[in-house]
């Protein structure tokens, strides 16, 4: 289950998008989507989905793996569309059965819903799938910086999630490892109900963190012994640069996001 | 001045239990090639570690390059000096792609970016991993992660590399490929390589042999001198090079063999 996860799954790439500058791209983001939730009409939606096609083009991101990262949604976007159809009310009647009824209003509300959480997503995987992990760390980083003078640890934030995103893939080999162990010796990792299932968790759990902390020890020793003391005088292999693009990147989603906004 | 000096130096990580190393006198000139064996507990581990600060001696002192390990100032000097790599290929790459991984260490020392570029591009090419500078370590070999581990303390530009059993986790070819690679180092780079292992087969071909057992150096030597006291070796739990130990057998059973250390020379003597 956590393979399908598009955050991680960046797509390398040489497209205008891929190189824009990770901080232009975060801040574009964020603006977009505070500006898709002043969205309230469905042509708003269309232009913003006209954007979206406009990006995905540029960054020649095949559709199908932007369709693949809305597979972990699909849950909370199916329950959204079901609660606002039949429980809100107002509007015209629709569909009637005994006491279950369909009302205009709900189902206008629950496409509605939906549709901004499958716009939020996918605009989030835009950026992720364009932007590498080390980047996007970069780009936190450099973002944090003037919250170090309030006493925010930016530089460490952004090393603890690299080495996070370093290790993901070796501790799910290793639960993998783990798991087939247990599995050799009789544990039952797929039977019974949660609380079981949970319980029955604990024996690839427990070799899983004592591993996990051995590696966090080896990890610190290989770190210090190669000369990390924080992020105080570190410099970096590839400087990030603003350059016009970005700025016109800028330009162009304040203007849209403006659009979105006022009217 | 030796680049590497230790003074009576004695270790104990815990007062109540015995120290792990008990007076260690040991200077290392630099371009030398010294391999570190001795068995399980005999303080291998907690020696390298001095060498790069990352332990302090309980008593004595040691010396890289002239400055002493106990000053602070001088800690992150001699940690450039003095790279380490571990056993574990997997738990000292820190990056998400190798490139970036070479470049940790000459980051930490704050230099330039321009010149990170450079050192991260000839490290790569002197363990032979340029092609793999885009990968996410996750997908290389055991051998390949440990070269790469090696390229992130060249990118340093230290004097001296310490190397943990760099090889027992690995496979006959990642083996290989370590070996082959810390030689080149050692001859074409003239880096000072301390190399600690319990394969025997890897210290042919060192300058210097330091035989550690409880604590204690036990002896030092050339390997032909090392391997000459066979029975010594056993005592202390430890093996010699198959062909050693053959070429003992057959003086044994009377036929002459002059000292010998691989098997192409075994079989040269014999043939
Ligand atoms: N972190 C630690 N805390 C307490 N004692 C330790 C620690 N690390 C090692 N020791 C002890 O110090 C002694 C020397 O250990 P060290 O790891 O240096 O041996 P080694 O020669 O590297 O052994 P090996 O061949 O198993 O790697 C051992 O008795 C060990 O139990
Ligand atoms: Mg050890």
């Known amino acids: ?263 | 001045m030796a680049l590497i000096e230790l003074r009576g130096v004695d270790f104990s990580y815990n007062e109540m239990e015995a120290p792990a190393l008990k007076n260690i006198n040991l200077s290392i000139e630099a371009g030398e090639f010294v391999s570190i064996i001795g068995g399980n507990g005999s303080g291998k581990s907690t020696l390298a570690k001095l060498l790069n600060v990352l332990l302090l001696p309980s008593a004595g002192e040691v010396i890289v390059g002239g400055m002493n390990t106990f000053a602070e100032e001088n800690w992150l000097k001699i940690r450039q000096k003095v790279g380490m790599v571990f056993q574990n290929p997997d738990n000292q790459l820190v990056a998400t792609r190798v490139e970036d991984d070479v470049a940790f260490g000459p980051e930490n020392l704050g230099i330039p970016s321009p010149e990170i570029r450079k050192r991260v591009d000839q490290a790569l090419e002197a363990v032979g991993m340029d092609r793999f500078k885009d990968y996410p370590p996750h997908n290389l070999s055991g051998g390949q992660k440990q070269r790469v581990a090696i390229a992130g303390i060249i990118a340093m530009e230290p004097e001296c590399i310490v190397l943990d059993e760099p090889t027992a986790m690995l496979d006959p070819q990642g083996r290989r490929e370590v070996m082959d690679t810390i030689h080149y180092l050692n001859k074409e780079k003239g880096i000072t390589i301390i190399h600690i292992t319990h394969f025997m087969e890897e210290t042919v071909g060192a300058d210097r042999i330091v035989v550690m057992s409880q604590g204690s150096i036990d002896k030092i030597g050339s390997p032909l001198e090392i391997f000459r006291e066979i029975d010594d070796l056993k005592k202390l739990g430890l093996d010699v090079p198959l062909a050693v130990e053959m070429a003992h057998e057959l003086r044994k059973k009377g036929i002459k063999i002059p000292d010998i250390l691989s098997i192409n020379e075994l079989v040269d003597s014999l043939c």
């Not at chain 1, 629950?110 to 980047?135: A, H, Y």
């Not at chain 1, 952004?158 to 993998?176: G, N």
């Open chain 1, 1 to 263: 289950m956590l393979r399908n996860i598009t955050i991680g799954q960046y797509l390398a790439g040489n497209s205008v998008i891929h190189n824009l500058d990770p901080r232009m791209k975060i801040i574009i983001t964020i603006m977009m989507i505070t500006a898709l939730f002043f969205i309230d009409s469905f042509l708003g939606y269309a232009l913003f989905f006209l954007a979206v096609i406009i990006i995905v083009y540029l960054s020649r991101i095949p559709p199908i793996r932007i369709l693949r990262g809305l597979k972990p949604v699909l849950f909370l976007v199916m329950l959204t569309l079901i609660l606002h159809v039949f429980f809100t009310k107002g509007g015209d009647l629709i569909w009637r059965w005994g006491f279950i009824s369909i009302e205009s209003e709900g189902l206008y509300t629950g496409f509605f819903m939906v549709t901004r959480i499958l716009l939020l997503v996918v605009f989030t995987s835009l950026l992720t799938l364009t932007t590498s992990p080390l980047e996007l760390t970069d780009g936190i980083e450099y973002l944090l910086g003037p919250l170090k003078r309030i006493g925010v640890p930016a530089s460490e934030l952004a090393m603890m999630m690299t080495i996070a995103l370093r290790f993901i893939p070796t501790l799910l080999e290793e639960a993998d490892k783990i798991m087939k162990a247990q599995m050799a010796r009789g544990a039952d990792f797929e039977s019974g109900n949660i609380v079981k299932r949970a319980r029955n968790l604990i024996p690839l759990l427990v070799p899983l963190f004592i591993s996990a902390f051995r590696r966090a020890d080896d990890l610190a020793l290989a770190m210090e012994s190669r000369c990390y003391h924080g992020g105080e005088g570190r410099t970096r292999l590839y400087e990030l640069k603003i350059g016009i693009r970005d700025f016109i990147a800028l330009g162009l989603s304040i203007i849209l996001s403006l659009i979105f906004i006022i009217f």
